[in-house]
Nanobody, 124 residues
Framework: QVQLVESGGGLVQAGGSLRLSCAASGRTFSNYAMGWFRQAPGKEREFVTAISRSGDNTYYADSVKGRFTISRDNAKNTIHLQMNSLKPEDTALYYC?????????????????WGQGTQVTVSS
């Protein structure tokens, strides 16, 4: 089993930037594909981005392409989400997820391990 703890959320004005982090503990981190999802009030949890075990492959939702960047540091058991040019519609609770997989899952049901989330609020 793997435990995930997100950090880095906060309040930012539109056009600003935030960097989220997710620290993992438990099993061998490099065995896990990792993802970021978000959930706004009254909406379903949605895919944001994901990264393969090695970090060689990344995937992004169309809504964040060109603005968000996912990265991982297997030596430090962490992933990061750099969010630039933030918009009010990016406001949500952001979750880190992990799955022991040799492909990169992009759906909520494909992930077995989740963090508690970190709140991102973008004011207009």
């Amino acid at each position: 089993q793997v435990q995930l703890v997100e950090s880095g959320g906060g309040l930012v004005q539109a056009g600003g930037s935030l960097r989220l982090s997710c620290a993992a503990s438990g099993r061998t981190f490099s065995n896990y594909a990792m993802g970021w999802f978000r959930q706004a009030p009254g909406k379903e949890r949605e895919f944001v981005t994901a990264i393969s075990r090695s970090g060689d492959n990344t995937y992004y939702a169309d809504s964040v392409k060109g603005r968000f960047t996912i990265s991982r540091d297997n030596a430090k058991n962490t992933i990061h989400l750099q969010m630039n040019s933030l918009k009010p519609e990016d406001t949500a609770l952001y979750y880190c997820a992990a799955e022991d997989s040799d492909y990169v899952p992009v759906f909520v049901y494909q992930y077995n391990y989740w963090g508690q989330g970190t709140q991102v609020t973008v004011s207009s």
